[in-house]
């Protein structure tokens, strides 16, 4: 089965911090992709970025980091420095050829409160 | 300029009233979905088209019915409302329905209230 779980449902931080959101994914597939997107106060979902399983690199993007190890099927989020912008809910995703018609699995969210 | 837009963005109606909702994308992409995000936050795909074709029909009730007049425009149309259809519904584009990596782009969001 196909399943993306991420167990924090609400982090609460003071800016200045760092704060890591966890990602765990399950599937049988040797191929697959990982996604993150951001979904701010204001509702949009933004896309974060898109990891295939064959590349284990780490990746930064300014005050963000990802850290994918398929030995614990973990795709964990880092915002380093957090600022208020920052506060969302962040929802980790999985697309493989077995999601059932190339469906996108979406995990339940965790909700990022920076307080100022 | 938007990439993926959606109209109404608040939808309030009465119970048993049939409403639809638009979306059109200006990416020149092949693939759009449509979404279902609840009050607890969580998502799930709800159909998505191919070229105009439906491709996956997520074991949702028939009173939603999506229609594709053309790859750019993707409607949800529902009949006879119920309470537990108030939610956010989010539309999304991608390049092309496979291979699985394609990365999908969401609209801003309707927000379905049912009264």
């Known amino acids: 089965a196909q399943k993306v779980t991420q167990a924090q449902t609400e982090i609460s931080v003071v800016e200045k911090e760092d704060v890591t959101l966890d990602c765990v994914y399950e599937t049988r597939d040797t191929t697959y992709y990982l996604f993150w997107y951001k979904q701010p106060p204001s509702g949009e979902l933004v896309f974060l970025i898109r990891?295939?399983?064959?590349?284990?690199q780490n990746e930064i993007s300014g005050r963000y980091s990802w850290n994918f190890q398929k030995s614990t099927s973990s795709f964990n989020f880092t915002i380093t420095a957090s600022q208020v912008v920052d506060s969302a809910v962040y929802f980790c995703a999985l697309s493989s050829p077995n999601t059932g018609g190339f469906k996108t699995i979406f995990g339940a969210g965790t909700r990022l409160f920076v307080k100022a | 300029d938007t990439a993926v837009s959606q109209t109404p963005k608040y939808l309030v109606t009465q119970m048993g009233n049939d409403k639809s909702i638009k979306c059109e994308q200006n990416l020149g992409h092949d693939t759009m979905y449509w979404y279902k995000q609840d009050s607890k936050k969580f998502l799930k795909i709800m159909f998505s088209y191919n070229n105009k074709e439906l491709i996956i029909n997520e074991t949702v009730p028939n009173r939603f019915s999506p229609k594709s007049p053309d790859k750019a425009h993707l409607n949800l149309h529902i009949n006879s409302l119920e309470l537990g259809d108030s939610a956010v519904y989010f539309c999304?584009?991608?390049?092309?329905?496979?291979?699985?990596?394609?990365?999908?782009?969401f609209g801003p969001g309707t927000r379905l209230l049912v009264l």
């Open positions: 999304a584009s991608s390049r092309r329905l496979a291979p699985p990596e394609e990365t999908q782009y």
């Open positions: 990891r295939n399983s064959f590349d284990e």
